[in-house]
């Protein structure tokens, strides 16, 4: 469940950090009732932009597919021999 806390409670710097890292998703800050704010610990954001990186690459691998941008393996290996003399 999702952590919400007031904008006034960011004083208590120790508190929200142990809550960040107690926490393994983003800690929402609201100001006047709203939203305002997202902080997370380090661990938390290194994974989620490294999720973002992995899905944004497998969508553009799908549109490839989609467009018939490829290539067969063997036909691909033959292609980078060549190129490279190996």
Known sequence: MPQ??????LKNTGDISMLCHNSDEPVYITKNGYG?????????YERTM????????IAKAEAQIENGAVMEA???????RSKYGI
């Open 50 to 57: 490294f999720l973002q990186n992995v899905k944004s690459k």
């Open 74 to 80: 063997i036909a691909s290996l033959d292609e980078i």
């Open 36 to 44: 305002d704010m997202v902080i997370m610990s380090m661990e938390v």
């Open 4 to 9: 919400i806390i007031p904008i006034k409670e």
